[in-house]
C-alpha cells in the first residue's frame, strides 16, 4: 500500500508541489509579518523613548522660568496630549516631596519615594522605560530639573501615551494580514488549478494505457490470425497449380483467385 502511495506521488509531483506551496507561502508570509512588527516596534520604542526625553526636557525649559509650577503642569497638558500623567516632586531630607500634579492633586505634599527616583536623581540624567497599565502601553520618564545654573530643584516623573505608535503598529499589522490572507486565497487558486491539471494528468495516463492495450491488443490478434491465414494461403496457391492440370472451370479459378487475394490481405495487416 505504501509502495503504492509512492509510485502514486512519485509519478503525479504537482500534488507534492501543491502542498509544499501551501505550507512554505503562508509561512514566509507569517514570518515575514512577525519579523517586520517586532522591527518596527523596536524602532517606534526608540523613537518614542528619545521623544519622551525630548519632552522632558522641553518641560524643564519652561518650568524654570515659571513661580507657580501646578499652573504650568496644568497649561502643559492642554497643549500636549500625549501627556497622561506629569508630577514634580522636591528632594528633601532624602526624600521626594511631591509639589505639582495633574491626576492626583489630592495627593500634593506627601513623599514618594520611588527607586526611578533616587536612580534618576543621584545619575544626574533621564531614566525612561515602558510600562503597560490597563492593557494600554505607556513610555515613563524620569529626570531631574535644573535651574538657571545647572543646579537640580526638582524630579519630574511624566507618563506619555503610546497610542499614536500603537495605532500605527495595528494599521500595519492589519495590511500585513491583509497581504497573508490574500497569499492563502491565492494558494487556495492555485490548488484550484493544480486539482484540475491532476484530473486530467490522470484522465491521460487512462487513455494511455487503453491505448497501449489497444496496440497490445492489435498485435495479439495479428500474430494470432497470421498463422492459419498463411496456412489457408499456402493450401489456395496449392490448389491453384494443381487447378491448371485439372482443367477446372473459369468460375472455380476466380473463387480462388478470391479466396488468394483476402489471405494476402490479411497477411500483410
Do not use: C
Amino acid at each position: 500500500m505504501k509502495s503504492s502511495r509512492w509510485s502514486f506521488l512519485k509519478d503525479n509531483k504537482q500534488v507534492i508541489y501543491s502542498v509544499a506551496l501551501m505550507v512554505i507561502i503562508p509561512g514566509v508570509l507569517i514570518f515575514n509579518t512577525w519579523l517586520f512588527s517586532g522591527y518596527y516596534q523596536e524602532i517606534a520604542n526608540m523613537s518614542l523613548q528619545n521623544k519622551a526625553i525630548g519632552v522632558g526636557q522641553a518641560f524643564n525649559a519652561g518650568v524654570v522660568e515659571t513661580e507657580d509650577i501646578q499652573l504650568f503642569v496644568d497649561d502643559w497638558q492642554k497643549f500636549n496630549e500625549e501627556t497622561k500623567d506629569i508630577e514634580v516632586l522636591s528632594y528633601e531630607e532624602g526624600s521626594f516631596r511631591k509639589i505639582a500634579s495633574i491626576n492626583d492633586k489630592e495627593s500634593i505634599g506627601e513623599i514618594e519615594n520611588n527607586y526611578n527616583y533616587f536612580l534618576s536623581w543621584n545619575a544626574n540624567n533621564p531614566v525612561a522605560q515602558k510600562i503597560t497599565e490597563n492593557d494600554k502601553i505607556y513610555w515613563s520618564i524620569v529626570m531631574p530639573l535644573k535651574n538657571t545654573e545647572g543646579e537640580n530643584f526638582a524630579l519630574l516623573s511624566m507618563k506619555l501615551s503610546a497610542d499614536v505608535i500603537n495605532t500605527k503598529l495595528a494599521t500595519i499589522l492589519s495590511k500585513s494580514y491583509g497581504i497573508l490572507l490574500l497569499g492563502v486565497i491565492l494558494i487556495v487558486l492555485l490548488l484550484l488549478v493544480n486539482s484540475r491539471l491532476f484530473e486530467y494528468s490522470i484522465l491521460y495516463n487512462k487513455i494511455k494505457e487503453v491505448d497501449e492495450m489497444k496496440d497490445e491488443f492489435i498485435s495479439m490478434t495479428s500474430h494470432e490470425l497470421r498463422t492459419p491465414v498463411t496456412v489457408i494461403k499456402g493450401y489456395v496457391q496449392m490448389m491453384i497449380e494443381e487447378a491448371k492440370d485439372l482443367n477446372i472451370k473459369k468460375e472455380g479459378m476466380e473463387y480462388l483467385s478470391i479466396i488468394n487475394t483476402s489471405t494476402e490481405r490479411l497477411g500483410d495487416l
